[in-house]
């Protein structure tokens, strides 16, 4: 008698089998060594096959060519005895179209009718693979990043102290210049020691600002005048076997953070000299035009309507194909060899742009150079200079003597706490000058002890990094027992910050070192509202 019920179930438990199969989400191929004899949708996907007689029937060589899974193969073949699953197998499947896929193939031997065959499991890691790809892009960028902090930690302590070095060059040279006479012989040296500690003391603050994101401090400057004052510090960039031009334009003033300006300038040109051989050409190039914010667009990004300054830089280099012009732009990428660029003056320079409301454009073509075109806002409230004068390098580059007219910081007594000794002296030496009693403190503690014995001054001038008593914490005391008493804080770094405080992380800078006796006097006395 037969047992129609179970029977029946088996058939029903097969087809359920098979159904389970062919709905598998990887992909399932059999074969009997050579070619392949059953395969599910999933491996139909996998190799392109629309029908399924496109893949019954391919010898496996045709799929897979992996000379260690066709010994695996062959050794399960040879067995001829049922096996466990073998361990995962990353390996490339040959798809139908000649295209391949990145695949993780498990194998396991059965016997169906006296007959060895193999049962392949194939997944796509195509997926995997480019998630761990990210990862590890991911981590080598923190890599990088972490990299980066550590040397810019290194370069703040090393500028902070450069900075402090330049104040005093610069305190004492301003204090020389204002006693020398006008007809001094020296006088011209001494000018040229000023703008020399002056633009070693600009460099050192565009490297922290870089560092730290200090913010930037816009002013009117008109780029023309700005662009050949800082000629011979370009050329310095360039180098001596590039040649660079200037063709200026006459341009309306712009509102610009001066060292965030440089920085561009100093970028661009470095990647120009970069892309270009001895006796490459680079042109500087500025121009001045109206848009009327109909039609004109940056990236889809359509430009307002307004005055605008473009200050280009052009190389006669090698030039970019456009797979390197859509990735310029991004953080750590970069052209150069490993060792020789951080991926991140383009950043930089976009990130300048973007904070003063302007644009950056690229025009590059392999073998036809590169030009990059920054785009600023014109100053609206500034006039437009009608011309460039032929003295204007020599104006720019002149440095006017201070001028202290019948003592105007008589009566005004002054706190100076800094822990560098001869800082303190040239700081007070110049206050001096100007007629201001002078009192002066290591740190924070020893200013209140200063404070406690010779009574309250009028202002308090002071740096932030100092030992046993930061000037974050001297601030936050004399602000809470003397709320009215005013305070000028002073740093060679652009943005200070306070080590054992997080809450408190950073404190507004009044005056950046290095600084001349001009700005000290202008700001002692706007703070005390003296009029010289």
């Not at 007689?53 to 193969?73: D, T, Y």
């Not at 309507?305 to 280009?312: E, I, K, N, R």
Request: glycine share 8%; charged share 20%; with cysteine.
């Amino acid at each position: 008698m037969t047992d129609h019920g179970t029977n029946g179930d088996a058939r029903a438990l097969a087809r359920r089998f098979e159904q389970l199969v062919e709905l598998a989400p990887d992909g399932i191929i059999v074969h009997d060594g050579d070619v392949v004899v059953a395969a599910n949708a999933a491996a139909m996907r996998l190799v392109g096959a629309t029908e399924r007689p496109e893949l019954i029937g391919q010898p496996m060589s045709r799929l897979f060519a992996s000379p260690h899974l066709k010994s695996l193969r062959e050794a399960l073949v040879g067995a001829r005895v049922p096996t466990e699953p073998s361990a995962p197998i990353r390996d490339t499947l040959h798809r139908l179209d000649g295209s391949t896929v990145d695949v993780e193939v498990r194998t396991v031997l059965f016997v169906e009718n006296d007959a060895p065959m193999v049962h392949l499991v194939i997944r796509d890691i195509t997926e995997r693979l480019a998630i761990r790809a990210l990862d590890q892009q991911v981590a080598e960028r923190l890599r990088a990043a972490q990299r980066l902090d550590a040397v810019g930690a290194l370069a703040g302590g090393v500028a902070h102290e450069v900075n402090n070095m330049m104040q005093v060059v610069i305190g004492f040279a301003s204090l020389l210049r204002e006693s020398m006479p006008a007809d001094d012989a020296h006088l011209s040296d001494v000018d040229e020691i000023l703008t020399a500690a002056t633009h070693t003391g600009t460099i050192t603050r565009q490297l922290l600002e870089f560092s730290r994101h200090a913010p930037h401090r816009p002013v009117s400057v008109h780029v023309d005048t700005t662009l050949l004052a800082l000629t011979p510090m370009l050329n310095r960039v360039v180098g001596v076997t590039r040649h660079l031009l200037l063709s200026l334009g006459t341009t309306p003033p712009l509102q610009l953070d001066a060292g965030q300006f440089e920085q561009v300038l100093v970028n661009l040109l470095m990647n120009a000299r970069q892309a270009t051989q001895d006796g490459g050409v680079i042109t500087i190039a500025t121009r001045r035009y109206e848009e009327t914010g109909r039609d004109c667009a940056v990236n889809g990004e359509p430009i307002p309507a307004g005055a605008y300054v473009s200050v280009s830089v052009h190389d006669n280099g090698v030039g970019m194909d456009a797979e390197t012009r859509a990735r310029i732009f991004e953080p750590f990428f970069t052209t150069k060899p490993i060792g020789q660029g951080t991926g991140l003056g383009l950043s930089a320079v976009q990130g300048i742009l973007s904070q003063h409301l302007g644009y950056i454009t690229i025009d590059s073509a392999p073998g036809h150079g590169t030009k990059i075109t920054t785009i600023w806002p014109a100053d609206a409230a500034a006039v437009l200079i009608p011309d460039l004068p032929e003295d204007v390098v020599a104006r720019a580059a002149a440095r006017r003597p201070s001028k202290v007219i019948a003592k105007p910081l008589a009566g005004i007594t002054v706190l100076i706490v800094d822990d560098e000794e001869v800082v303190r002296t040239v700081v007070r030496r110049m206050l001096e000058r100007a007629g201001a009693t002078v009192n002066v403190a290591e740190h924070g503690a020893d200013a209140m002890a200063v404070i406690e014995t010779r009574g309250l001054p009028s202002l308090v001038i002071t740096d932030v990094v100092m030992p046993v008593m930061g000037g974050t914490e001297l601030v936050q005391r004399l602000h809470t027992r003397w709320p009215a008493l005013p305070v000028l804080v002073m740093s060679g770094y652009p943005a200070a910050h306070n080590e054992t405080d997080h809450a408190t992380s950073s404190m507004a800078i009044d005056l950046p070192k290095p600084f001349t006796m001009d700005e000290l006097l202008a700001r002692v006395g706007t703070e005390m509202r003296v009029v010289p």
